[in-house]
């Protein structure tokens, strides 16, 4: 059974940065494609960020220049780093590892944006 646990999130102001990362339970990235998520109430959960086991990136438009996925084998750890960050970045942001076989998610890191 994996387990993710999400980290780093809190309150910035706009324009401001955030560093998130996801700590895994193994060595998971070999066998996995890795995304970061967030979702707002009310709203359905969408794709911020992805980072597959080759390592391509693929990113939401609305984060394309400001956020940056990567992910460390040897700490097992999956980070995002978020830069400019505006309101509208404001949600609960999860990890996710993804592979044919299955799909397991963290619990979530909320992140607020406003002054």
């Known amino acids: 059974q994996v387990q993710l646990v999400e980290s780093g999130g809190g309150l910035v102001q706009p324009g401001g940065s955030l560093r998130l990362s996801c700590a895994a339970s193994?060595?998971?990235?070999?066998?996995?494609?890795m995304g970061w998520y967030r979702q707002t109430p009310g709203k359905e959960r969408e794709l911020v960020a992805r980072?597959?086991?080759?390592?391509?990136?693929n990113y939401a438009d609305s984060v394309k220049g400001r956020f940056t996925i990567s992910k460390d084998y040897a700490k097992n750890t999956l980070y995002l780093q978020m830069n400019s960050l505006k309101p509208e970045d404001t949600a609960v942001y999860y990890c996710?590892?993804?592979?044919?076989?299955?799909?397991?998610w963290g619990r979530g890191t909320q992140v607020t944006v406003s002054s």
């Open positions: 980072i597959t086991r080759l390592g391509i990136t």
């Open positions: 193994g060595s998971i990235f070999y066998s996995n494609d």
């Open positions: 996710n590892a993804h592979s044919i076989r299955s799909d397991y």
